[in-house]
C-alpha cells in the first residue's frame, strides 16, 4: 500500500522560508516521478513544481527562483524548499508520486502552508 507523508508546513511571515518534506513508502521511490500541488480556498488545484526520477525538476512561473524541489531516494522523501514567502502562497500542499511501473498516481493529504503579511 502506497503511502504519502507530507509535512513541514506552517504559519511563516511574508519573507520567510519553510522546507515541506514528502516521505513515501509501499512503493520504490526511485523509479517515481513526483510533484508538489497546492490549493488555495476557493481554487483549483495547481501545479507547483515536479521531479523526475533522474533528478529533472520543472517549476510553475509564479516560483521559479523562490522554491526548489528535490528528492533524496535513499530516504524514499522528497522536499519542497520554498524562500522568500508570499501571502499569495497560502494554500494547501500536496505531494504526489506517479509509479511508471504501474502507471498509477498516489497522492498525500496535504500540509497547511500559511504566510501572513
Known amino acids: 500500500q502506497v503511502q504519502l507523508v507530507e509535512s513541514g508546513g506552517g504559519l511563516v511571515q511574508a519573507g520567510g522560508s519553510l522546507r515541506l518534506s514528502c516521505a513515501a513508502s509501499?512503493?520504490?521511490?526511485?523509479?517515481?516521478?513526483m510533484g508538489w500541488y497546492r490549493q488555495a480556498p476557493g481554487k483549483q488545484r495547481e501545479l507547483v513544481a515536479t521531479?523526475?526520477?533522474?533528478?529533472?525538476?520543472n517549476y510553475a512561473d509564479s516560483v521559479k527562483g523562490r522554491f526548489t524541489i528535490s528528492r533524496d531516494n535513499a530516504k524514499s522523501t522528497g522536499y519542497l524548499q520554498m524562500n522568500s514567502l508570499k501571502p499569495e502562497d497560502t494554500a494547501v500542499y500536496y505531494c504526489?508520486?506517479?509509479?511508471?511501473?504501474?502507471?498509477?498516481?498516489?497522492w498525500g493529504r496535504g500540509t497547511q502552508v500559511t504566510v501572513s503579511s
Open positions: 509501499g512503493v520504490i521511490f526511485s523509479s517515481t516521478a
Open positions: 521531479i523526475t526520477s533522474s533528478g529533472s525538476a
Open positions: 504526489n508520486v506517479y509509479t511508471m511501473a504501474n502507471s498509477r498516481l498516489y
